[in-house]
Nanobody, 123 residues
């Protein structure tokens, strides 16, 4: 049974940093691309970033996070990460990790997702 469990969210002041983690189990983690998506209150789902199964290819779908967020993975630990720096109030959202169905990440390509971790950026 596939499980994706996010952690690392919280309340942070603008300009601060957070690192989100997504612990995966129930499938061969190293065989699949993984992605992060977020949903702000009252808004639709926004794809943030994706990473290939071997970690060699990363993509950032949202221009506003480029240069501030870094996606990575540790296949030995079955864990996906999202390092978020220079946080802005507009980054406030529920962040969830998603398992892809291919080795390379694609928008809207997922079959499982976690419950999410809340990130709130406010002074």
């Amino acid at each position: 049974q596939v499980h994706l469990v996010e952690s690392g969210g919280g309340l942070m002041q603008p300009g601060g940093s957070l690192r989100l983690s997504c612990a995966a189990s129930g499938f061969t983690f190293s065989n699949y691309a993984m992605s992060w998506a977020r949903q702000a209150p009252g808004k639709g789902l926004e794809w943030v970033s994706g990473i290939s199964s071997d970690g060699s290819e990363t993509t950032y779908y949202t221009d506003s996070v480029k240069g501030r967020f870094t996606i990575s993975r540790d296949n030995a630990k079955n864990t996906l990460y999202l390092q978020m720096n220079s946080l802005k109030p507009e980054d406030t959202a529920l962040y969830s990790c998603r398992k892809g169905t291919h080795t390379v990440p694609r928008v809207n390509d997922y079959d499982y997702w976690g419950q999410g971790t809340q990130v709130t950026v406010s002074s």
